[in-house]
């Protein structure tokens, strides 16, 4: 019979074998104190339990915050920027990401990147145009859009530098400024093929280049502009004007913003002005100068739009000062995969509970 050659077959005077005993040893002792732990707790149940403080005295009011708000318990649970910024309103916020349990980002949370700051818009006089080549141009009002059939669906947003300071190795931040630049939210709108219906459709002489493009811009005070090829956000892309389910938020794009699903979230343009259908791309300076990716032979690649599968380890995260009784994870994709089945699939935002933390999470 051969014999084995691990560590645990040794001789019972090697090393490795009274390394074994001790560790065996204070294993055990470990678990004796922690059994003597559960039995005094156990001891404790057994007694009536005190009345809770709280139950001695009326709590607050009905409609004391005619607006819910959380905790104060959870004042440290908000949104923060990796770094300062020298103008606040070119900048950006990030979800707290290890604070968070389930899918929903609350609107409160949801991250911030801004180029303009943001803008106090009245919705009442606010409009959206949809003119170039269409065959009826036209001007809606938000009560317009309103009456349009409507359509919810579950997207993540994640903004294109989203982990960013990771390109490098680890970079032992908090996952909040590590991978912070990801919400996922239930958004409520209009399609877009609606709202191209409603204009009777694109002209034929958007096709004449090989296909039509859409630049939608923002009423902010940077005029967020980006080009979109149609033909690939026809049937995805929404115009929405709610957020699990409110109106949308200022710092989301108030009254009215783009949502692309898996498109990078600059594409998804808040504070929604106008969209026009060309015949090319325009060249903005959102697609040239800004949001393009630099090549080894010094030349930029653009349009690149999609955002690729990704996940984190949310929980344990830097900044911990103990380890979570589970692990929690977080993975996502928005990118679409090649079957419509698929497809309609991909979009769905997955969070889970792994195993418990002393074995290996796995994606």
């Given amino acids: 019979m051969s014999q084995s050659n691990t560590p645990f077959d040794l001789?019972?005077?090697?090393?490795?074998?009274?390394?074994?005993?001790?560790?065996?040893g204070r294993l055990a002792a470990g678990g004796l104190v922690a059994s003597q732990g559960a039995a005094a707790a156990a001891g404790e149940l057994l007694r009536p339990l005190e009345v809770a403080p709280s139950s001695r005295v009326p709590g607050a009011p009905v409609l004391e915050h005619p607006y819910g708000v959380p905790s104060p318990r959870e004042a440290g649970v908000v949104r923060r920027s990796a770094r300062q910024w020298p103008l606040?309103?070119?900048?950006?916020?990030?979800?707290?990401?290890a604070d968070l349990h389930g899918t929903i980002t609350p609107n409160g949370l949801v991250y911030e990147r801004h180029h303009g700051g943001v803008p106090d818009i009245d919705a009442d006089q606010h409009r959206l145009a949809i003119h170039g080549l269409v065959r009826t141009p036209k001007l809606f009002t938000m009560d317009d859009l309103l009456r349009l059939p409507a359509e919810s669906r579950i997207h993540f947003l994640e903004c294109s530098g989203n982990t960013g300071s990771e390109w490098n190795g680890p970079s032992g931040l908090p996952v909040q400024l590590t991978h912070g630049l990801l919400s996922c939210c239930e958004w409520t709108g209009v399609r877009l093929s609606t709202l191209l219906e409603e204009v009777g459709g694109v002209s034929a002489q958007s096709n004449a280049n090989g296909g039509a493009w859409l630049l939608a811009e923002g009423a902010d005070a940077a005029a967020m502009t980006r080009s979109l090829p149609l033909d690939r956000i026809l049937e995805?892309?929404?115009?929405?004007?709610?957020?699990?389910?409110?109106?949308?938020?200022?710092?989301?794009?108030?009254?009215l913003r783009l949502i692309v699903p898996g498109f990078e979230g600059n594409t998804n343009v808040k504070w929604l002005r106008r969209l026009k259908v060309v015949d090319a791309p325009l060249q903005t300076r959102e697609e040239t100068s800004k949001y393009t990716s630099l090549?080894?032979?010094?030349?930029?690649r653009q349009f690149v739009f999609e955002m690729d599968a990704k996940s984190v380890i949310t929980r344990p995260s830097p900044g911990h000062r103990s380890l979570p009784a589970r692990m929690r994870s977080t993975p996502w994709r928005s990118r679409p995969v090649s079957t419509r089945r698929q497809a309609s699939r991909s979009m769905l935002p997955q969070r889970w509970a792994s195993s418990p933390a002393r074995s290996m999470c796995r994606h």
């Fill in 11 to 24: 001789p019972p005077d090697q090393p490795s074998s009274r390394s074994r005993r001790r560790l065996l």
């Fill in 88 to 97: 606040p309103g070119a900048a950006s916020s990030m979800t707290p990401l």
């Fill in 236 to 255: 995805r892309a929404l115009v929405v004007y709610a957020q699990n389910g409110e109106r949308l938020r200022p710092e989301n794009g108030y009254p």
């Fill in 295 to 300: 090549l080894a032979n010094g030349t930029a």
